[in-house]
């Protein structure tokens, strides 16, 4: 009877006091990752790593509301590009401490932004994807965090700090405090946290930012835990380029220098032979059809150097260059708004600008064609790649078994007659396209930025 008086009365002590702080050694709220229980049904027909097409969503700009319900809202119009794998950038709450507002300042780990609604929000998006057979990834950022993240206050130790025991700043990034990896904790917590949103939102994966920064090891132990949840097919995506992000066990790395070398050739004049060069250089230690993530703009070089309609040389130049992105060697990223030739970029940190959906439906058809051709062809897709190409035009063919494509891009504002290889002269291909047929003799003249997709 005195064991029964004494509990009560300690329960009505501390419920009266109702102070967490009396007793700092103690977590009072269970973390969440520890019950996880199984929202939904695990998406069954997440693509293989080599068949993905990515569709990168910035909430910000994506809706007039900026929010999942703005996501949800066109699903069908998602899937209409012929896309399957939806890339959704930070959904968290964003700290205001020493902040820019920048999505990539995560405040809470597990919980959403309220800026793009609720977890139940966040749901409807998942399973309306997953209804229309499109994964849905996550951008998960684990080299730093908001400055009013409650792991700067509870767990000092998490965090890299200075001679004098301060918690430094992420380097060129002030609004963001750096985590320390030699802490085993911290990646412990790190690795619930990600598992939190495959069981209670049940997504398909993660788009890692800034992957370079934190050790291999890190990764090594995040994919491998990751891998462990059985009952989910994950895809894993580094934000980075390093080859060693594929010996820990992505299934994508980053096209950083894709990006920025096809950028020279456009509008530097550089030649096309240098993406070549890359073809065997981003794919050092790949294995098993581990792939680069290749596109023409995201949300960062979008905001920095403008629109890919401005870089690439209009619509028909950026139709192009993005062919090149999709078919040469590579999982394809269209970024929102891209694919409806849109002029105006989206600057950081994305509040300003809202997608305009009803104009460019002539550049959104180029882009469903694009993708289709992509879909339907496996040699494109994962068949054996042979180079033609020369300092100004981008031509080479996919191979896989008895099918054959061929495809010749023009990255010059200018006509080009092309000397075509004895392997495809003299020979007749279908348009993948346009339909039609198409007889190739041994020179094709191609005019400025124009490109052929063929197959036989």
């Given at each position: 009877m005195k064991l029964k008086i004494?509990?009560?009365?300690?329960?009505?002590f501390l419920v009266s006091c109702n102070k967490r702080d009396a007793f700092p050694a103690f977590d009072w709220t269970p973390y969440k990752v520890d019950t996880l229980v199984q929202y939904g049904t695990p998406f069954t027909n997440v693509v293989d790593r080599q068949d993905a097409s990515i569709y990168q969503v910035n909430m910000r700009a994506f809706s007039a509301t900026g929010n999942f319900a703005g996501v949800t809202a066109r699903l069908d119009s998602i899937k209409a590009l012929g896309v399957n794998v939806i890339y959704l950038m930070p959904i968290f709450p964003v700290g205001t401490l020493n902040a820019f507002n920048?999505?990539?300042?995560?405040?809470?780990?597990?919980?959403?932004?309220?800026?793009?609604?609720?977890?139940?929000?966040?749901?409807?998006?998942?399973d309306g994807a997953h209804s229309r057979n499109m994964s849905v990834i996550l951008d998960w950022v684990a080299n730093h965090t908001a400055w009013d993240n409650a792991w700067v206050t509870k767990h000092k130790d998490w965090y890299s700090q200075d001679a004098s025991g301060n918690i430094v700043a992420a380097a060129g990034y002030t609004d963001v405090a750096q985590l320390n990896f030699s802490n085993a904790a911290m990646r412990l917590e790190m690795i619930k946290s990600m598992k939190y949103w495959v069981y209670t939102a049940n997504v398909d994966g993660f788009r890692y930012d800034f992957a370079d920064n934190p050790p291999v090891d890190f990764?090594?132990?995040t994919v491998d835990s990751l891998r462990n949840i059985s009952t989910h097919k994950l895809l894993l995506m580094a934000e980075g380029s390093r080859t060693s992000n594929f010996t820990a066990g992505f299934d994508f790395n980053f096209g950083f220098n894709?990006?920025?070398?096809?950028?020279?050739?456009?509008r530097s004049?550089?030649?096309?032979?240098?993406?070549?060069?890359?073809?065997?250089t981003e794919y050092v230690?790949?294995?098993n059809g581990q792939q680069v993530v290749r596109y023409v703009t995201n949300h960062d070089v979008n905001s920095s150097d403008g629109t890919p309609i401005s870089l690439f040389g209009g619509k028909t130049g950026s139709a192009g260059a993005f062919i090149i992105a999709a078919y040469m060697k590579s999982v394809p990223m269209i970024y929102n708004g891209q694919e409806v030739g849109m002029t105006t970029a989206?600057?950081?940190?994305?509040t300003s600008v809202k997608i305009a959906w009803t104009t460019g439906q002539d550049v959104t058809d180029v882009y469903k064609r694009i993708i289709a051709f992509r879909n339907a062809s496996t040699a494109i897709r994962r068949g054996t790649l042979t180079s033609y190409s020369n300092a100004d035009v981008c031509a080479f063919t996919k191979i896989q078994g008895t099918e054959k494509a061929l495809i010749i891009v023009n990255v010059?504002?200018?006509?080009?007659?092309?000397?075509l290889p004895t392997a495809v002269a003299n020979s007749t291909w279908t348009d993948a396209l346009n339909g039609g047929s198409v007889s190739l003799t041994t020179q094709v003249s191609l005019p400025p930025y124009s490109y052929l997709v063929l197959k036989n």
């Open positions: 004494v509990a009560v009365a300690l329960v009505w920048s999505p990539y300042a995560v405040k809470d780990y597990v919980a959403v932004g309220s800026e793009f609604g609720t977890l139940a929000d966040l749901r409807t998006l998942v990764w090594k132990q894709f990006y920025g070398n096809i950028k020279n050739v456009y004049n550089a030649a096309a032979t240098l993406i070549d060069n890359l073809n065997n230690n790949a294995t989206i600057p950081f940190p994305f010059r504002n200018s006509t080009i007659n092309f000397t």
